[in-house]
């Protein structure tokens, strides 16, 4: 089983829906991140989370939120979806300033 | 604040060639700096990773970099490239958060 997973892998909805992107880890990591990428900008940083009570905005956090809900857990919502959130997401968990591990991936369209 | 800026959105290079993919930083501290490399339809996964000692570091696959404080930079080499090296590389620097750079996509032509 993968360390990092996330759901769904691939999603379409249409423009205004609410979405949620969920991941899950079984590396007992405090530190989780939601980014999203798109092609010729590599990856930028939503949110992050040290903890479940420590939640801070990264470069690009608006339209989205997210929610802590355990150390393992942590989801990343589309209020109302618009085309432009279009992209691939990754979620990621670290140990302190260390290597991130990365889930698979969830492809989302809004339409 | 830390940046990372990738030198080059796309290298072509031919099997058995040296690889060179560039990256300089920001940072105002001493930098935790990475590469990262994505295959198609998959997660980023680690190459290599500086934090403190050496300067040259080794990662998987034949791949090192070098720490240069002077230049800010912490570029990726390998000797003699491969078919199965054809990926997108991500240079990244942490302090609290991790900032990637663009990336750069690898071919390699047989």
């Known amino acids: ?111 | 604040a830390q940046s990372v800026t990738q030198l080059g959105s796309h290298v072509s290079v031919s099997e058995g060639a040296l690889v060179l993919l560039r990256c300089n930083y920001s940072s105002s501290v001493p930098p935790y700096l990475f590469w990262y490399v994505q295959y198609p339809n998959q997660g980023l996964q680690l190459l290599l990773k500086y934090t403190t000692g050496a300067t040259l570091v080794k990662g998987i696959n034949g791949f090192e970099a070098e720490f240069k404080k002077s230049e800010t930079s912490f570029h990726l080499t390998k000797p003699s490239a491969h078919m199965s090296d054809a990926a997108e590389y991500f240079c990244a620097v942490s302090f609290n958060d991790m900032r990637f750079g663009a990336g750069t996509r690898l071919t390699v032509k047989p």
């Open chain 1, 1 to 111: 089983d993968a360390d990092v997973t996330q759901t769904p892998r691939n999603r379409i909805t249409k423009t205004g829906k609410r979405i949620m992107l969920e991941c899950s880890q079984t590396k007992g990591h405090d530190r989780m991140y939601w980014y999203r990428q798109d092609p010729g900008l590599g990856l930028q940083l939503i949110y992050y989370s040290f903890d479940v009570k420590d939640i801070n905005k990264g470069e690009i956090s608006d339209g989205y939120s997210v929610s802590r809900q355990a150390q393992a857990k942590f989801s990343l919502s589309l209020e109302s979806a618009i085309p432009n959130q279009t992209a691939l997401y990754f979620c990621a968990t670290t140990l302190a300033k260390n290597i991130q591990y990365f889930g698979a991936g969830t492809r989302l369209s809004v339409l």
